[in-house]
T-cell receptor
Framework: EDKVVQSPLSLVVHEGDTVTLNCSYEVTNFRSLLWYKQEKKAPTFLFMLTSSGIEKKSGRLSSILDKKELFSILNITATQTGDSAIYLCAVWHGGSQGNLIFGKGTKLSVKP | GAVVSQHPSWVICKSGTSVKIECRSLDFQATTMFWYRQFPKQSLMLMATSNEGSKATYEQGVEKDKFLINHASLTLSTLTVTSAHPEDSSFYIC???????????????FGSGTRLTVV
């Protein structure tokens, strides 16, 4: 059965800390892995990773994919209270118009 | 780019009535739109996949007669919850994508979601 597993499920840090969120997957016909940030409404897109070993960066956020070990990490440096959210990992799989399989998410709380 | 608009943001309806939710891709043509449902403190669950001009593909356990999906154009898909009941109360989210030659070319962006409350 296809699955996407995120860890930890929740995390509390203080402003300025660096955090690493994990996502492992077991899916057939893997296409890409996507990271989203969800606050009060719908998820907002962060990264899409298709190739192994190539880091993607956006400001204080970065992510990398390891297709051999079947996982990805999302790093957030110098965390701010505005980073508090649920971070969702999803894997796009299947046919040419396959859908996303989501992990349960990691709830990040950044304390001032 | 890749903007997806969903309307309404929230709706309260009486039990037994129907509710229509719209999902539009504003700046690209979406060959495929996905409808998700999210219960409190849970991740997104795919309900159905719709391709423009054809019937939607529903996930196991999702009643197609209950959740009617129409994808009449490359920029608009609608989800109609028919004869709504309190257990249908949930957060519904759409996403729109453009696939070209089997590859995700653009999008996989979510609409802002619709909070449905059935009383």
């Amino acid at each position: 059965e296809d699955k996407v597993v995120q860890s930890p499920l929740s995390l509390v840090v203080h402003e300025g800390d660096t955090v690493t969120l994990n996502c492992s997957y077991e899916v057939t016909n893997f296409r890409s892995l996507l990271w989203y940030k969800q606050e009060k409404k719908a998820p907002t897109f962060l990264f899409m990773l298709t190739s192994s070993g190539i880091e993607k960066k956006s400001g204080r956020l970065s992510s990398i994919l390891d297709k051999k070990e079947l996982f990805s990490i999302l790093n957030i440096t110098a965390t701010q209270t505005g980073d508090s959210a649920i971070y969702l990992c999803a894997v796009w799989h299947g046919g040419s118009q396959g859908n996303l399989i989501f992990g349960k998410g990691t709830k990040l709380s950044v304390k001032p | 780019g890749a903007v997806v608009s969903q309307h309404p943001s929230w709706v309260i309806c009486k039990s037994g009535t129907s509710v229509k939710i719209e999902c539009r891709s504003l700046d690209f043509q979406a060959t495929t739109m996905f409808w998700y449902r999210q219960f409190p403190k849970q991740s997104l669950m795919l309900m159905a996949t719709s391709n423009e001009g054809s019937k939607a593909t529903y996930e196991q356990g999702v009643e197609k007669d209950k959740f009617l999906i129409n994808h009449a154009s490359l920029t608009l898909s609608t989800l109609t919850v028919t004869s709504a009941h309190p257990e249908d109360s949930s957060f519904y989210i759409c996403s729109a994508s453009l696939f070209l030659q089997g590859a995700l070319s653009y999008g996989y962006t979510f609409g802002s979601g619709t909070r449905l409350t059935v009383v």
